[in-house]
């Protein structure tokens, strides 16, 4: 049943892509039938990893015991000390921040695979109890995909929202890290794109972008520097279409930067 219910998702989703989209990113690699037949493949294979999810879905669904032990022994911030928390799934997750930002011991609490209902699940344990002086959050490209199950696009600014909500009560300053583009320009990387629509990822970073705007946080647009004429992610910036490699990450380190630097020269403004 919930192979059907994907598989339903994934026909709305190309048929969007045919009549919609101008910056289209799913690959189109020959007849109608053999792309019919990637999506499926691609629906299947999402199936297949979240099977493997199950236990973790049942027992742990925001996966809390991935940085128990961790936050516990990092404790509170040093007086003084301004702690910066990277917040999200399996683009932070794989992010060497020491790399990135030598010597400013910048803390990673990303999940790969995770959506933002599991990230609000782990937002007080992972990000709120940390005390950090500013949070990044890049998240959505997994709901997009339907990682957790199909979600619309108003559910997930709902769940962005009540991270920004939650995080400014507690005095965080926030950073809306835009969702990055993708590219399923060649065979290898369709699995990721086709469960990705273009039109979903667009929509979602203009709602970020006037989010920021309307209530004071800081929106950071990797999308804007990562994306080619084509609308797809630039080939020299993955190495599976979704994920950014090691040139990927050096272009997001510096824009990450700057956006901190913004966010720490801001005051902290409580919900109102």
Request: hydrophobic share 40%; proline share 6%; with cysteine.
């Amino acid at each position: 049943m919930e192979s059907m219910k994907n598989l339903a998702v994934f026909l709305c989703f190309a048929a969007i892509l045919t009549l919609c989209a101008p910056a289209q990113s799913a690959p189109d690699n020959g007849s109608p039938q053999a792309n019919a037949q990637q999506g499926i493949h691609a629906v299947e294979n999402l199936d297949r990893w979240r099977e493997t999810l199950i236990p973790m879905f049942m027992n742990d669904y925001g996966d809390l015991n991935r940085y128990r032990a961790a936050d516990l022994a990092l404790g509170s911030p040093a007086p003084n000390q301004q702690r910066v928390l990277f917040f999200g799934d399996s683009i932070t997750d794989i992010w060497n921040l020491d790399q990135s930002f030598p010597g400013r011991q910048y803390i990673n609490r990303g999940i790969s695979g995770q959506t933002t209902p599991q990230m609000l699940v782990r937002f007080r344990q992972d990000v709120i109890d940390l005390h950090p002086a500013v949070v990044l959050i890049l998240a959505g490209t997994n709901d997009i995909a339907g990682n957790t199950g199909p979600e619309s696009v108003a559910e997930i600014e709902g769940n962005y929202a009540s991270m920004a909500e939650l995080a400014r009560a507690a005095g965080i300053r926030v950073v809306f890290s835009s969702v990055t583009p993708i590219n399923g320009s060649r065979p290898e990387w369709t699995n990721y794109a086709l469960l990705r629509s273009p039109r979903k990822i667009l929509e979602l970073n203009d709602w970020l972008q006037h989010y920021c705007a309307e209530h004071g946080l800081v929106y950071l647009d990797y999308y804007s520097a990562m994306v080619d004429s084509d609308g797809r992610m630039k080939p020299d910036l993955t190495g599976d279409g979704l994920h950014p490699n090691l040139a990927g990450f050096a272009v997001m380190a510096p824009l990450a930067q700057a956006a901190i630097e913004k966010a720490l020269s801001q005051p902290v403004t409580l919900n109102q």
